[in-house]
């Protein structure tokens, strides 16, 4: 087990470079000068110019600039903006955002959608079945702005039972946009859960722990539920990365200052430190999960160990 | 051989009443394609200490009847339309399911082909033994795993206590097979069921779970029966053999007798598309034709359509199981539905 997990470690490694250096790139290359920018409609000397170009390393060689930003990572630095005001800060005040949101929306996917999913499962062409696929098809099919505004119209304005957008009334503001953001991802994992809880049914080993005399709700319960969940928690734990990652759409719908809507911003407003620090903070969070994955993934299957 | 037959058959007599019998079982699956008939009218027995063998290719239904008596026949689509399965005084087919779950792992346990498969990947093996003792008997963790490890010890697994904790994946085919029979055999049953149990083994090692299996089975006094399409694996071990055609039961018999004269053309065309050890023959001879597809079972004797002895009645009647006595056999069970018995044991 520890052994996997170095290994799991060291695979990052490069990953880590590869999709930071990639950002970082795309970022150099887009057109305009940063520096002019930043001066705006006022007028800049070139001695000026000059100064900041130094100052935040712009006439260092790409893969310069590169090993300096990532110099700066190690220490926690991630860089400035323009203003002066540390990329780290903009991540300390809109990461708990992001992270309520998200956690709330990735609740609603597992509560519900690992229970429709099993429910469905279990009796298959069933009402309840057709009833979860049905509604998983319909939710999936909606675009999520659609999906958000409707909710604000029924739960928040006809209803009022839930604050229409902002976060001003603490976790209660979280509900609404947490469901619209984890609808499509809760339709996914019913559907998942239901088609591996089906395949597992199948197995030979349900039939052993039938002819072992144990009761239904064991048989399904304790042996085909671990072996269903395989596959939905690596979905599950992807998922929750993405979430953390922010969510532009949703976020701009229920108003919610969260990293989705920083970066967005950033890239409007030509930031490259903002959208590179955001972004690189966003890849460290979903190389995380996808660790967590990994080794949950093995802690599942004792088979994956030995791979 | 003799002399084992005849004790066989002593002890059927001495133990008054089988452990088991199936009677007139039917057992057809709807489908959209319509209904295949996989089981019609077998009746079998399988007394203490006894070994049945049933025997048949795949399709014959041998599967499906095994599965009829463990209650595994997932319904819709399967049905079981007639007859009876009766165990310890009762008939498990008007059961409710608590006394039906009751009968399962507790009197009657079965293993099956592929071991790998059966066993949950995702529990040690001892988990799954022990969970056994913790369902059924309520034992604490602790008391169930030292008896899941004398389990393993009884089934011959080396180093049973080092390796209580392994996954399936982690040992080879045959102690994979050693592990199901572990577990089933736990709780001490009345009847053990082993649908094809060394079919997915080496030739080395099918031997040695075979020997194991009879080994058990002389210790604890289970009735056994030994599904398999294998007539080389049961030669050794079964008392008595039913050999099953297109879900009937066409043969039975001790298995020396059926061996030595078979009584029905289907029994017969196993035995000479065999090699055996013990008769030189220059060339095997097929059974010629495919089974029947059990969609479409043909009129009167499903084997008609490739049988050598086939003759006018054989289309329109179905024939029932004749009663085949002395001279030709000493077992009161002996039987072949078969119109044309007496020519298919005359000939050789």
């Known amino acids: 087990m520890g052994r996997y997990i170095i290994r799991r470690v060291l695979q990052l490694i490069p990953v880590f470079i590869g999709a930071t250096f990639l950002i970082f790139a795309m970022v150099f290359a887009l057109p305009g000068d940063p520096i002019r920018a930043l001066a705006g409609e006022r007028s800049q000397s070139e001695s000026v110019r000059e100064a900041l170009r130094e100052e935040y390393n712009l006439n260092d060689p790409l893969p310069v600039q ?37 956690l709330v929306a990735f609740l609603f996917e597992v509560i519900i959608g690992v229970a429709a999913g099993m429910l469905a499962g279990i009796r298959q062409r069933g009402f309840f079945d057709s009833l979860v696929l049905i509604s998983t098809l319909t939710v999936i099919s909606i675009p999520i702005f659609v999906l958000g505004f409707l909710a604000q119209i029924t739960f928040g304005l006809r209803l009022g039972i839930v604050p229409v957008a902002g976060i001003k009334q603490g976790w209660v503001s979280y509900i609404l946009p947490g469901l619209v953001l984890g609808s499509v991802s809760l339709a ?47 979905y599950l734990g992807i998922d929750l990365g993405a979430l953390l990652g922010g969510a532009i759409i949703t976020e701009s719908v229920f108003n919610i200052p969260g990293v989705g809507g920083a970066v967005f911003d950033g890239v409007i407003r030509q930031e490259g430190t903002t959208v590179v620090g955001l972004t690189t903070f966003i890849i460290i969070v979903y190389m995380g999960m996808t660790l967590l994955v990994d080794i949950l993934y093995a802690v599942l299957d004792p088979r994956i160990r030995y791979d | 051989m003799d002399a084992s037959s005849a004790e066989a058959a002593t002890d059927n007599e001495s133990a008054n009443e089988p452990l088991l019998a199936v009677d007139d079982l039917h057992v057809e699956f709807r489908i959209e394609d319509g209904v295949v008939k996989a089981v019609n009218g077998l009746s079998y027995s399988v007394g203490r200490g006894e070994t049945l063998a049933i025997l048949g290719e795949s399709g014959s239904g041998k599967s499906v009847s095994a599965q009829a008596v463990m209650g595994l026949i997932d319904s819709p689509p399967g049905f079981i339309t007639n007859g009876s399965i009766m165990f310890g005084g009762q008939d498990l087919l008007t059961m409710d399911a608590a006394q039906r779950r009751a009968v399962r792992g507790e009197k009657i346990a079965m293993i099956f082909q592929d071991a790998l498969s059966s066993l949950n990947p995702v529990f040690s093996v001892g988990w799954q033994i022990s969970e056994m003792y913790r369902t059924h008997r309520g034992m604490s963790r602790r008391a169930a795993k030292a008896e899941a490890i004398k389990a393993m010890e009884r089934v011959k697994i080396p180093d049973a206590a080092r390796r209580v ?17 572990a577990m089933a055999l736990s709780l001490d049953p009345d009847v053990l069921i082993a649908d094809e149990p060394t079919t997915a083994l080496d030739v080395t090692v099918q031997a040695q779970v075979m020997d194991l299996l009879k080994e058990l089975q002389e210790d604890t006094g289970m009735g056994l029966i030994l599904i398999t399409h294998d007539l080389g694996v049961v030669a050794d071990v079964a008392d008595r053999l039913v050999v099953m055609y297109a879900g009937r039961g066409v043969e039975q018999g001790t298995m020396h007798d059926v061996f030595s004269r078979p009584a029905h053309p289907y029994t017969e065309g196993l035995m000479h598309s065999i090699p055996r050890s013990d008769v030189h023959v220059d060339r095997l001879q097929p059974i010629h034709g495919n089974p029947p597809d059990l969609l479409r079972i043909p009129s009167g004797c499903a084997f008609r359509t490739r049988c050598p002895y086939v003759v006018e009645r054989c289309r329109d ?20 539905s078969c119109f044309q018995w007496e020519e298919v044991v005359g000939h050789d």
């Open chain 1, 188 to 234: 996914y994992v019913a559907r998942l859960t239901r088609s591996s809880l089906i395949d597992n049914l199948k197995a030979d080993y349900v039939r052993t722990a039938v002819s072992k005399g144990l009761s239904s709700r064991r048989v399904v319960g304790v042996h085909t539920l671990r072996n269903s969940l395989i596959p939905v928690v690596t």
């Open chain 2, 317 to 336: 009647e179905i024939p029932e199981p004749v009663q085949i006595g002395a001279p030709v056999s000493a077992d009161a069970t002996r039987s072949s």
């Open chain 2, 165 to 181: 904790g392994a996954h399936p994946h982690e040992f080879s085919g045959g102690m994979r097979q050693r592990i199901m029979i």
């Open chain 1, 66 to 102: 590169y090993a300096k930003y990532v110099g700066g990572l190690a220490k926690g630095d991630f860089g400035a903006d323009f203003r002066g005001r540390p990329v780290s800060d903009t991540i300390k005040q809109r990461v708990p955002i992001t992270a309520r949101l998200a």
